[in-house]
């Protein structure tokens, strides 16, 4: 977690509009190579109704980026991660800096729709939710393989075929468009920081793992998905490769294994039983239907994509992931994000 010197309890401000809360808005970046989409995630935040409160863009590592994007974006508040390198500490870096009720994480290749804050709070009036989450349309910078599932667009981290239409509780957040109560962040201690992605490390399931965590702090909590709070999702076409889909899929089954190993693997499994018992079988007898053009490559793909993906999971529960640079694992209990009162101590399928 982010182990910053330690800082006074920061107080939320209750100035949000009329019946919505206040809005921070939390983009993470970490490149030069995906500036124009940094340009299109910020852009698309600026004329939301209800306003967003603070745009706090928070750049992992690369000077250079920080620089530029802090001459760039006039009325944003750029800040270095000033926790360990990697999504997970910069998340934490931008919610310890926040300021406003609800925190919500917008990815650096994501932009919002118009409407995104609007959809996106209205069911905080609800004092049972403490997150909320919304549709992630992918927009393929080329044409979408015709092989690729629908039921898999959680490989380039999007909304998936299975996922519930209308609003609706779900175990965790796709974290290229999610939100969260900032007390609710702070009381589990935010994001573990020996998961997710680092650069280009194909790993992740930290929104899952924090899910979890504020679901077992509070029973009663609900973690909403609301599909009305949509944003599109860029994808590259390094990412519409066969290649890329099994890397992924193996790189999921080794994260939800170090999850399973934190905490209870029931819990850390309950969605994907599900997603193997009804939605990939029902996927894979509509890719056989007669005629269905490339329906034979889809159901090759849906059977690679659960392979690639248990056999993942297989090696992880038998061997521990080595930590990321920047020490030994940290525990969520010890190491609060900075600003919190007290520690406690999506997503994909």
């Not at 209308?166 to 900032?182: D, E, Q, Y």
């Not at 999850?259 to 029902?282: D, H, I, K, N, Q």
């Not at 080595?322 to 009162?341: L, T, Y």
Request: hydrophobic share 40%.
């Amino acid at each position: 977690m982010n182990t910053a010197s330690p800082t006074p309890p920061r107080t939320e401000t209750g100035t949000g509009t009329g019946a919505f809360p206040s809005l921070t808005v939390v983009v993470c970046a970490y490149t030069l190579d995906r500036w124009d989409d940094l340009r299109a995630a910020i852009g698309s935040l600026r004329d939301q109704r209800p306003p967003v409160r603070e745009t706090v863009l928070v750049v992992d590592h690369c000077p250079e980026l920080r620089a530029r994007a802090a001459a760039a974006f006039p009325g944003v508040r750029v800040l270095a991660n000033d926790g360990r390198r990697g999504l997970s500490g910069a998340r934490n870096t931008g919610v310890a800096a926040a300021r406003c009720e609800v925190v919500a994480f917008l990815d650096d290749d994501a932009a919002a729709e118009p409407d995104w804050t609007a959809r996106l709070l209205a069911p905080y009036a609800d004092r049972a939710v403490e997150g909320v989450g919304g549709l992630v349309r992918p927009w393929w910078a080329t044409r979408r393989p015709p092989w690729f599932p629908r039921e898999f667009d959680w490989v380039v981290g999007c909304s998936y075929r299975g996922l519930p239409t209308h609003p609706a509780p779900v175990r965790n957040f796709i974290g290229a468009n999610m939100s969260f109560r900032r007390s609710a962040l702070l009381g589990a201690g935010g994001f573990r920081t020996d998961l997710g992605r680092v650069g280009t490390r194909p790993l992740g399931c930290e929104e899952t793992e924090l899910c979890l965590r504020i679901a077992d702090r509070r029973p009663d909590a609900v973690l909403l998905h609301e599909p009305a709070a949509a944003v599109r999702h860029h994808v590259p076409a390094a990412r519409a490769t066969w290649a890329y889909f099994v890397a992924r899929c193996y790189a999921e089954g080794l994260s939800k294994a170090h999850v399973a190993r934190l905490g209870s693997s029931r819990a850390a499994l309950s969605s994907e039983r599900a997603y193997l018992r009804s939605t990939v079988p029902r996927a894979f007898v509509r890719a056989l239907r007669p005629g269905l053009p490339g329906g034979l490559r889809t159901a090759a793909a849906l059977v690679g994509g659960v392979t690639a993906t248990v056999a993942g999971y297989l090696v992880g529960r038998v061997r521990r992931p080595a930590p990321a640079a920047g020490g030994r694992d940290p525990a969520p209990s010890a190491a609060p994000v900075a600003g919190a009162a007290g520690g406690a101590g999506g997503g994909r399928p």
